[in-house]
């Protein structure tokens, strides 16, 4: 079993910067692939950005260039580093982990462990 929490969102302003982190429960962290999803009011969960077990990166094409993913298996923990942020960035950001391979990485069905949460609020 795994558990995630997220932390580190918040409101910021347009054009600022904010770093997710999420920390993994489990002596298993450092076999799973790790992403990012959003979910804005009215609007299905999207895919951000994935980590695989090897360090290769995925991201959606909308956050492309402003967003780096990155991992540490060392302290359990995925991180999110995002600038350039946009009103359109405005979501609760979930976490989430997956030791299958069944299904694409950037796809919710990949992940089978998800953490509660962290809002983000960009401003205009």
């Known amino acids: 079993q795994v558990q995630l929490v997220e932390s580190g969102g918040g409101l910021v302003q347009t054009g600022g910067s904010l770093r997710l982190s999420c920390a993994a429960s489990?002596?298993?962290?450092?076999?799973?692939?790790m992403g990012w999803f959003r979910q804005a009011p009215g609007k299905e969960r999207e895919f951000v950005a994935a980590i695989n077990r090897s360090g290769y990166t995925y991201y959606a094409d909308s956050v492309k260039g402003r967003f780096t993913i990155s991992r540490d298996n060392a302290k359990n923990s995925v991180y999110l580093q995002m600038n350039s942020l946009k009103p359109e960035d405005t979501a609760l950001y979930y976490c989430a982990g997956g030791g299958g391979t069944t299904y694409p990485i950037t796809t919710s069905a990949r992940y089978g462990y998800w953490g509660q949460g962290t809002q983000v609020t960009v401003s205009s």
């Open positions: 489990g002596r298993t962290f450092s076999n799973y692939a």
